[in-house]
Protein backbone atom coordinates (compact mmCIF):
# COMPACT_ATOMS: atom_id res chain seq x y z
CA UNK A 1 0.00 0.00 0.00
CA UNK A 2 1.11 3.43 -1.44
CA UNK A 3 1.87 6.35 1.22
CA UNK A 4 0.51 9.39 0.33
CA UNK A 5 3.94 11.02 -0.87
CA UNK A 6 4.14 8.20 -3.49
CA UNK A 7 0.77 8.64 -4.91
CA UNK A 8 1.47 12.25 -5.40
CA UNK A 9 4.66 11.52 -7.59
CA UNK A 10 2.75 8.79 -9.45
CA UNK A 11 -0.21 11.45 -10.51
CA UNK A 12 2.26 13.70 -11.35
CA UNK A 13 4.30 11.21 -13.63
CA UNK A 14 1.09 10.22 -15.66
CA UNK A 15 0.23 14.11 -15.70
CA UNK A 16 3.32 14.44 -16.92
CA UNK A 17 3.60 11.81 -19.45
CA UNK A 18 0.16 12.83 -20.62
CA UNK A 19 1.15 16.30 -21.33
CA UNK A 20 4.12 14.80 -23.39
CA UNK A 21 1.89 12.73 -25.28
CA UNK A 22 -0.62 15.54 -26.65
CA UNK A 23 2.38 17.09 -27.63
CA UNK A 24 3.76 14.23 -29.34
CA UNK A 25 0.37 14.48 -31.64
CA UNK A 26 -0.04 18.16 -32.04
CA UNK A 27 3.61 17.27 -33.72
CA UNK A 28 3.16 14.68 -35.36
CA UNK A 29 -0.45 16.22 -37.00
CA UNK A 30 1.94 19.51 -38.19
CA UNK A 31 4.24 17.18 -39.53
CA UNK A 32 1.26 15.20 -41.08
CA UNK A 33 -0.18 18.44 -42.61
CA UNK A 34 3.16 20.24 -43.62
CA UNK A 35 4.09 16.87 -45.51
CA UNK A 36 0.85 16.72 -47.44
CA UNK A 37 1.20 20.90 -48.11
CA UNK A 38 4.94 20.05 -49.88
CA UNK A 39 3.12 17.09 -51.44
CA UNK A 40 0.22 19.43 -52.82
CA UNK A 41 2.96 22.05 -53.95
CA UNK A 42 5.62 19.69 -55.62
CA UNK A 43 3.11 16.66 -56.85
CA UNK A 44 1.62 17.38 -60.19
CA UNK A 45 -1.67 15.57 -59.81
CA UNK A 46 -3.05 17.65 -56.88
CA UNK A 47 -2.20 20.71 -58.23
CA UNK A 48 -4.46 23.16 -57.78
CA UNK A 49 -4.83 24.65 -61.42
CA UNK A 50 -5.42 21.35 -62.51
CA UNK A 51 -7.91 21.23 -59.53
CA UNK A 52 -9.37 24.24 -60.93
CA UNK A 53 -9.16 22.83 -64.64
CA UNK A 54 -11.51 19.94 -63.18
CA UNK A 55 -13.76 21.05 -61.44
CA UNK A 56 -14.45 23.41 -64.80
CA UNK A 57 -15.07 20.27 -66.87
CA UNK A 58 -17.04 19.10 -64.31
CA UNK A 59 -19.64 21.57 -63.97
CA UNK A 60 -19.53 22.77 -67.89
CA UNK A 61 -20.55 19.16 -68.41
CA UNK A 62 -23.59 19.16 -65.44
CA UNK A 63 -24.95 22.22 -67.18
CA UNK A 64 -24.93 20.76 -71.09
CA UNK A 65 -26.75 17.87 -69.40
CA UNK A 66 -29.69 20.56 -67.40
CA UNK A 67 -29.39 22.14 -70.64
CA UNK A 68 -30.37 18.82 -72.73
CA UNK A 69 -32.83 17.65 -70.21
CA UNK A 70 -34.52 21.21 -70.58
CA UNK A 71 -34.84 21.21 -74.56
CA UNK A 72 -36.30 17.80 -74.01
CA UNK A 73 -38.89 18.70 -71.28
CA UNK A 74 -39.93 22.27 -73.89
CA UNK A 75 -40.10 19.91 -76.37
CA UNK A 76 -42.21 17.47 -74.69
CA UNK A 77 -44.37 20.30 -74.05
CA UNK A 78 -44.74 22.35 -77.10
CA UNK A 79 -46.20 18.56 -78.75
CA UNK A 80 -48.59 18.60 -76.35
CA UNK A 81 -49.67 22.16 -77.14
CA UNK A 82 -49.77 21.38 -80.50
CA UNK A 83 -51.64 18.10 -80.33
CA UNK A 84 -53.80 19.38 -78.49
CA UNK A 85 -54.34 23.71 -79.97
CA UNK A 86 -54.16 21.65 -83.40
CA UNK A 87 -51.46 23.57 -86.12
CA UNK A 88 -53.65 26.59 -86.54
CA UNK A 89 -53.31 27.39 -82.63
CA UNK A 90 -50.19 30.03 -83.29
CA UNK A 91 -51.30 31.03 -86.84
CA UNK A 92 -52.00 34.39 -87.83
CA UNK A 93 -54.62 35.34 -90.25
CA UNK A 94 -54.35 38.18 -93.00
CA UNK A 95 -57.50 39.14 -94.43
CA UNK A 96 -56.81 40.88 -98.02
CA UNK A 97 -59.70 42.39 -99.77
CA UNK A 98 -60.56 43.62 -103.53
CA UNK A 99 -63.19 45.35 -105.02
CA UNK A 100 -63.26 45.93 -108.53
CA UNK A 101 -65.78 47.82 -110.93
CA UNK A 102 -66.19 48.20 -114.64
CA UNK A 103 -68.62 50.12 -116.27
CA UNK A 104 -68.75 50.56 -120.49
CA UNK A 105 -71.07 53.04 -122.29
CA UNK A 106 -71.09 51.15 -126.06
CA UNK A 107 -71.38 52.56 -129.22
CA UNK A 108 -73.60 49.88 -131.77
CA UNK A 109 -74.64 50.89 -135.48
CA UNK A 110 -77.58 48.06 -133.78
CA UNK A 111 -79.26 46.06 -131.41
CA UNK A 112 -79.40 42.37 -132.11
CA UNK A 113 -77.75 39.03 -130.30
CA UNK A 114 -74.78 38.84 -132.98
CA UNK A 115 -73.55 42.47 -131.17
CA UNK A 116 -74.42 40.82 -127.82
CA UNK A 117 -72.25 37.81 -128.68
CA UNK A 118 -69.65 39.94 -129.96
CA UNK A 119 -69.37 41.88 -126.63
CA UNK A 120 -69.29 38.69 -124.83
CA UNK A 121 -66.19 37.12 -127.09
CA UNK A 122 -64.35 40.53 -126.44
CA UNK A 123 -64.57 39.69 -122.71
CA UNK A 124 -65.86 42.95 -121.76
CA UNK A 125 -67.58 42.28 -117.67
CA UNK A 126 -68.62 44.80 -116.54
CA UNK A 127 -70.37 45.03 -113.07
CA UNK A 128 -69.13 44.65 -109.43
CA UNK A 129 -66.71 41.93 -108.33
CA UNK A 130 -65.83 41.92 -104.71
CA UNK A 131 -63.50 39.05 -103.32
CA UNK A 132 -62.42 38.65 -99.59
CA UNK A 133 -59.30 36.60 -98.94
CA UNK A 134 -58.20 34.60 -96.00
CA UNK A 135 -54.97 33.59 -95.42
CA UNK A 136 -53.66 31.71 -92.49
CA UNK A 137 -49.92 31.13 -92.03
CA UNK A 138 -49.12 27.48 -90.25
CA UNK A 139 -45.58 25.41 -89.92
CA UNK A 140 -43.92 28.82 -91.09
CA UNK A 141 -43.84 28.02 -94.76
CA UNK A 142 -47.79 26.26 -95.48
CA UNK A 143 -50.51 28.63 -96.13
CA UNK A 144 -53.95 28.33 -96.42
CA UNK A 145 -56.44 30.36 -98.01
CA UNK A 146 -60.04 30.55 -98.52
CA UNK A 147 -61.28 33.34 -101.15
CA UNK A 148 -65.24 34.52 -100.59
CA UNK A 149 -66.32 36.26 -104.07
CA UNK A 150 -69.30 38.46 -104.27
CA UNK A 151 -69.87 39.17 -108.23
CA UNK A 152 -72.34 41.06 -110.44
CA UNK A 153 -69.86 40.65 -113.37
CA UNK A 154 -71.37 39.09 -116.58
CA UNK A 155 -74.81 38.48 -115.00
CA UNK A 156 -77.04 40.23 -117.22
CA UNK A 157 -80.32 39.21 -116.32
CA UNK A 158 -80.10 39.92 -112.20
CA UNK A 159 -82.76 42.85 -111.62
CA UNK A 160 -81.29 43.14 -107.86
CA UNK A 161 -78.06 45.07 -108.72
CA UNK A 162 -77.60 45.74 -104.85
CA UNK A 163 -78.04 42.58 -102.93
CA UNK A 164 -74.33 40.35 -103.98
CA UNK A 165 -74.49 37.11 -101.59
CA UNK A 166 -70.88 36.49 -100.22
CA UNK A 167 -69.82 32.90 -101.75
CA UNK A 168 -67.01 30.51 -100.82
CA UNK A 169 -65.17 30.73 -103.91
CA UNK A 170 -61.97 28.75 -103.65
CA UNK A 171 -60.07 26.67 -100.47
CA UNK A 172 -56.57 26.43 -101.44
CA UNK A 173 -53.56 25.14 -99.43
CA UNK A 174 -50.07 25.71 -100.21
CA UNK A 175 -47.12 23.37 -98.78
CA UNK A 176 -43.50 24.67 -99.69
CA UNK A 177 -41.50 21.52 -98.77
CA UNK A 178 -38.45 23.75 -99.64
CA UNK A 179 -37.01 25.95 -102.14
CA UNK A 180 -37.22 24.01 -105.08
CA UNK A 181 -40.17 21.92 -104.53
CA UNK A 182 -43.80 22.97 -103.39
CA UNK A 183 -47.40 21.26 -103.45
CA UNK A 184 -50.68 22.66 -103.67
CA UNK A 185 -54.27 21.47 -102.75
CA UNK A 186 -57.58 23.22 -104.09
CA UNK A 187 -60.78 20.64 -103.05
CA UNK A 188 -62.60 23.69 -104.20
CA UNK A 189 -63.02 26.02 -107.25
CA UNK A 190 -59.47 25.43 -108.68
CA UNK A 191 -58.39 27.07 -111.78
CA UNK A 192 -55.24 26.36 -114.09
CA UNK A 193 -53.67 29.69 -112.95
CA UNK A 194 -53.89 27.93 -108.95
CA UNK A 195 -51.14 25.73 -109.86
CA UNK A 196 -49.37 27.72 -112.61
CA UNK A 197 -46.21 29.32 -111.99
CA UNK A 198 -47.26 33.00 -110.94
CA UNK A 199 -46.63 35.70 -113.53
CA UNK A 200 -46.68 39.40 -112.23
CA UNK A 201 -45.01 41.16 -115.77
CA UNK A 202 -48.16 42.42 -117.22
CA UNK A 203 -50.67 45.35 -115.48
CA UNK A 204 -54.65 44.38 -115.51
CA UNK A 205 -56.02 45.74 -118.88
CA UNK A 206 -59.64 46.30 -119.04
CA UNK A 207 -61.20 43.06 -120.52
CA UNK A 208 -60.34 39.32 -119.74
CA UNK A 209 -58.64 38.83 -122.99
CA UNK A 210 -55.89 41.33 -121.52
CA UNK A 211 -56.07 40.66 -118.33
CA UNK A 212 -55.62 36.99 -117.60
CA UNK A 213 -53.23 35.53 -120.13
CA UNK A 214 -54.63 32.65 -121.97
CA UNK A 215 -57.96 31.28 -121.60
CA UNK A 216 -56.94 27.76 -120.37
CA UNK A 217 -56.10 29.60 -117.34
CA UNK A 218 -59.23 30.24 -115.97
CA UNK A 219 -61.27 27.73 -116.81
CA UNK A 220 -63.04 26.28 -113.83
CA UNK A 221 -61.85 22.57 -113.12
CA UNK A 222 -63.45 21.61 -110.04
CA UNK A 223 -60.66 20.02 -107.84
CA UNK A 224 -57.16 19.80 -108.02
CA UNK A 225 -53.36 18.72 -106.92
CA UNK A 226 -50.27 20.25 -108.07
CA UNK A 227 -46.68 20.26 -107.75
CA UNK A 228 -44.19 22.67 -108.68
CA UNK A 229 -40.24 21.84 -109.03
CA UNK A 230 -37.48 24.62 -109.39
CA UNK A 231 -34.04 24.30 -110.87
CA UNK A 232 -31.53 26.85 -112.26
CA UNK A 233 -33.51 28.85 -114.82
CA UNK A 234 -36.49 25.96 -115.43
CA UNK A 235 -39.26 25.62 -113.30
CA UNK A 236 -42.15 22.62 -113.78
CA UNK A 237 -45.54 22.43 -113.01
CA UNK A 238 -47.79 19.65 -113.33
CA UNK A 239 -51.92 19.71 -111.46
CA UNK A 240 -54.41 17.06 -111.75
CA UNK A 241 -57.87 17.98 -111.88
CA UNK A 242 -61.50 16.19 -111.03
CA UNK A 243 -64.66 18.55 -112.29
CA UNK A 244 -68.25 18.03 -112.65
CA UNK A 245 -68.99 15.15 -109.60
CA UNK A 246 -71.92 15.62 -108.09
CA UNK A 247 -72.89 18.52 -110.05
CA UNK A 248 -76.38 18.77 -111.81
CA UNK A 249 -76.79 18.94 -115.02
CA UNK A 250 -77.82 22.46 -115.42
CA UNK A 251 -74.47 23.73 -113.64
CA UNK A 252 -71.92 25.46 -115.70
CA UNK A 253 -68.67 23.23 -114.74
CA UNK A 254 -67.09 21.54 -117.54
CA UNK A 255 -68.50 18.10 -117.31
CA UNK A 256 -67.56 15.36 -115.55
CA UNK A 257 -63.92 14.96 -116.21
CA UNK A 258 -60.20 14.82 -115.17
CA UNK A 259 -58.05 17.02 -116.39
CA UNK A 260 -53.99 17.25 -116.56
CA UNK A 261 -52.33 20.45 -116.76
CA UNK A 262 -48.62 20.75 -117.18
CA UNK A 263 -46.17 24.06 -117.19
CA UNK A 264 -42.40 24.66 -118.27
CA UNK A 265 -40.64 27.99 -117.66
CA UNK A 266 -37.73 28.92 -118.97
CA UNK A 267 -35.86 32.19 -117.49
CA UNK A 268 -34.14 33.68 -120.51
CA UNK A 269 -31.74 36.74 -120.55
CA UNK A 270 -32.30 39.97 -120.04
CA UNK A 271 -35.68 39.42 -118.14
CA UNK A 272 -37.48 37.06 -120.57
CA UNK A 273 -39.61 34.34 -119.62
CA UNK A 274 -41.01 31.65 -122.08
CA UNK A 275 -43.51 29.54 -121.16
CA UNK A 276 -45.45 26.84 -122.92
CA UNK A 277 -48.48 25.02 -121.08
CA UNK A 278 -50.88 21.84 -121.87
CA UNK A 279 -54.21 20.97 -120.49
CA UNK A 280 -55.91 16.93 -121.31
CA UNK A 281 -58.92 16.34 -120.67
CA UNK A 282 -60.32 12.97 -119.96
CA UNK A 283 -64.63 12.68 -119.42
CA UNK A 284 -64.40 10.22 -116.61
CA UNK A 285 -68.38 9.21 -117.41
CA UNK A 286 -71.68 10.97 -118.74
CA UNK A 287 -73.91 12.43 -116.76
CA UNK A 288 -76.47 10.35 -118.19
CA UNK A 289 -75.38 7.90 -115.44
CA UNK A 290 -76.53 10.29 -112.60
CA UNK A 291 -74.61 11.86 -109.72
CA UNK A 292 -73.02 10.27 -106.85
CA UNK A 293 -73.05 13.25 -104.56
CA UNK A 294 -70.07 16.07 -104.57
CA UNK A 295 -66.06 15.26 -104.32
CA UNK A 296 -66.84 11.61 -105.01
CA UNK A 297 -64.86 9.89 -107.88
CA UNK A 298 -66.83 6.68 -108.59
CA UNK A 299 -64.85 3.46 -109.91
CA UNK A 300 -66.32 1.37 -112.09
CA UNK A 301 -64.36 -2.71 -111.37
CA UNK A 302 -66.67 -3.94 -114.51
CA UNK A 303 -66.89 -3.18 -118.25
CA UNK A 304 -70.43 -0.85 -118.76
CA UNK A 305 -72.75 -2.92 -120.49
CA UNK A 306 -74.46 0.55 -122.10
CA UNK A 307 -72.68 3.39 -123.20
CA UNK A 308 -73.89 6.82 -123.98
CA UNK A 309 -73.34 8.57 -127.11
CA UNK A 310 -73.51 11.65 -125.45
CA UNK A 311 -70.43 13.30 -123.83
CA UNK A 312 -70.86 15.88 -121.43
CA UNK A 313 -71.29 19.70 -122.33
CA UNK A 314 -68.89 21.97 -121.42
CA UNK A 315 -68.47 25.89 -121.57
CA UNK A 316 -65.45 27.00 -124.29
CA UNK A 317 -63.66 29.99 -123.79
CA UNK A 318 -66.50 31.62 -126.09
CA UNK A 319 -69.29 30.80 -124.28
CA UNK A 320 -70.66 28.71 -126.49
CA UNK A 321 -71.69 25.06 -125.37
CA UNK A 322 -70.02 22.34 -127.68
CA UNK A 323 -68.71 18.50 -126.46
CA UNK A 324 -65.83 18.39 -124.59
CA UNK A 325 -62.76 19.61 -125.13
CA UNK A 326 -60.11 17.44 -125.83
CA UNK A 327 -57.73 19.97 -124.43
CA UNK A 328 -55.44 23.01 -125.58
CA UNK A 329 -51.95 24.14 -125.86
CA UNK A 330 -50.82 27.63 -125.21
CA UNK A 331 -47.18 29.37 -125.77
CA UNK A 332 -46.74 32.75 -123.90
CA UNK A 333 -43.86 35.04 -124.20
CA UNK A 334 -43.05 38.03 -121.28
CA UNK A 335 -40.15 40.52 -121.43
CA UNK A 336 -39.62 44.21 -119.42
CA UNK A 337 -37.72 46.33 -121.50
CA UNK A 338 -37.16 48.33 -118.60
CA UNK A 339 -38.04 49.04 -114.48
CA UNK A 340 -41.74 50.02 -115.79
CA UNK A 341 -42.23 48.68 -119.42
CA UNK A 342 -43.35 45.67 -120.06
CA UNK A 343 -44.14 43.22 -122.92
CA UNK A 344 -45.74 40.10 -123.07
CA UNK A 345 -48.09 37.63 -125.64
CA UNK A 346 -49.54 34.27 -126.15
CA UNK A 347 -50.77 32.44 -128.45
CA UNK A 348 -53.32 29.13 -127.89
CA UNK A 349 -54.38 26.57 -129.76
CA UNK A 350 -57.66 24.27 -128.98
CA UNK A 351 -56.73 20.44 -129.83
CA UNK A 352 -60.27 19.90 -131.04
CA UNK A 353 -60.27 22.57 -133.81
CA UNK A 354 -56.23 22.81 -134.47
CA UNK A 355 -56.51 25.96 -137.08
CA UNK A 356 -58.37 27.93 -134.55
CA UNK A 357 -56.03 30.14 -132.59
CA UNK A 358 -56.75 32.81 -129.84
CA UNK A 359 -53.31 35.37 -129.60
CA UNK A 360 -52.87 38.73 -127.99
CA UNK A 361 -50.09 40.83 -127.60
CA UNK A 362 -49.76 43.31 -124.68
CA UNK A 363 -47.71 46.63 -123.61
CA UNK A 364 -48.18 48.51 -120.46
CA UNK A 365 -46.24 51.08 -118.45
CA UNK A 366 -47.44 50.91 -115.04
CA UNK A 367 -44.15 52.16 -112.71
CA UNK A 368 -45.40 52.82 -109.20
CA UNK A 369 -45.44 56.92 -110.41
CA UNK A 370 -49.46 58.26 -110.09
CA UNK A 371 -50.04 57.65 -113.97
CA UNK A 372 -49.29 55.24 -116.29
CA UNK A 373 -50.53 54.03 -119.38
CA UNK A 374 -51.11 50.45 -121.03
CA UNK A 375 -52.05 48.97 -124.65
CA UNK A 376 -53.47 45.70 -125.98
CA UNK A 377 -53.94 44.31 -129.24
CA UNK A 378 -56.09 40.87 -129.26
CA UNK A 379 -57.87 37.90 -131.46
CA UNK A 380 -59.25 34.90 -132.66
CA UNK A 381 -58.71 33.36 -136.13
CA UNK A 382 -59.58 30.10 -137.87
CA UNK A 383 -63.19 30.02 -136.26
CA UNK A 384 -65.27 28.36 -139.05
CA UNK A 385 -68.60 29.13 -136.76
CA UNK A 386 -68.33 32.61 -135.44
CA UNK A 387 -65.86 34.29 -138.01
CA UNK A 388 -62.40 35.94 -136.99
CA UNK A 389 -62.43 38.12 -133.76
CA UNK A 390 -60.38 41.21 -133.46
CA UNK A 391 -59.90 43.61 -131.43
CA UNK A 392 -57.61 46.62 -129.81
CA UNK A 393 -58.09 48.34 -126.21
CA UNK A 394 -55.80 51.20 -125.01
CA UNK A 395 -56.27 52.96 -121.06
CA UNK A 396 -54.75 55.16 -118.78
CA UNK A 397 -54.35 54.50 -115.32
CA UNK A 398 -54.40 56.94 -112.76
CA UNK A 399 -53.12 56.01 -109.45
CA UNK A 400 -54.99 57.29 -106.01
CA UNK A 401 -52.64 56.36 -103.39
CA UNK A 402 -51.34 53.04 -102.86
CA UNK A 403 -54.69 51.00 -102.72
CA UNK A 404 -57.12 52.70 -105.28
CA UNK A 405 -56.76 53.84 -108.86
CA UNK A 406 -59.04 54.69 -111.41
CA UNK A 407 -58.50 53.30 -115.45
CA UNK A 408 -60.25 54.98 -117.76
CA UNK A 409 -60.13 53.36 -121.43
CA UNK A 410 -61.29 52.70 -125.18
CA UNK A 411 -61.76 49.29 -126.80
CA UNK A 412 -62.66 48.49 -130.49
CA UNK A 413 -64.19 45.08 -131.49
CA UNK A 414 -65.00 43.96 -135.03
CA UNK A 415 -66.57 40.48 -134.40
CA UNK A 416 -67.07 38.84 -137.76
CA UNK A 417 -69.38 41.25 -139.29
CA UNK A 418 -70.24 43.07 -136.14
CA UNK A 419 -68.33 45.90 -134.92
CA UNK A 420 -68.73 47.88 -131.73
CA UNK A 421 -66.89 50.71 -129.26
CA UNK A 422 -66.62 50.87 -125.86
CA UNK A 423 -65.76 53.63 -123.55
CA UNK A 424 -64.81 51.85 -120.57
CA UNK A 425 -63.86 53.21 -116.82
CA UNK A 426 -62.28 50.69 -114.01
CA UNK A 427 -61.75 51.31 -110.61
CA UNK A 428 -59.91 49.12 -108.14
CA UNK A 429 -59.80 49.63 -104.29
CA UNK A 430 -58.13 46.98 -102.13
CA UNK A 431 -58.31 46.12 -98.45
Known amino acids: ?24 DQLKAFANSGEHFFDGLFNRHNNPVKILKRLQ ?59 RDALYRSGIRTGVDSRFIFE ?15 SRKGKEHCDDVVEMPLSLAKLSYTASVNDWLSLVAVPIGAQCRDVAIASNSLDQGLTDISSFGPPLLNLHNGSAVG ?42 PRGTKLSVLGLCHFPLFSRQLGNFGALTIPIALSKQHEVSEVVPEAL ?14 ALMVE ?27 TMSDVSEDSFGWGTSLSGMIGDSVNGN ?43
Not at 352 to 361: F, G, R, T, Y
Not at 407 to 418: F, I, M, T
Open 1 to 24: MLDPNQKEKRRRTEETMEYVGVVL
Open 316 to 329: TSTGTKTSISTGSI
Open 136 to 150: ATIRQMDTVAAEFVA
Open 335 to 361: SEVDGSMKIGGWVEMNKLNPKSLQWAV
Open 227 to 268: ITLRKSNVIASLAQFVAGLGMPPGSSTMGNRSSTFTQFVCQL
Open 57 to 115: REAFSDIMKLRDRQEKVEKILSFYKSSKGGPFQEATTHVRGHVDLLGAFLVLDNLNHHK
Open 389 to 431: HFQAESFLKFNMGDKFYLKPGLALVKDGNSKLAALMLRSSWSL
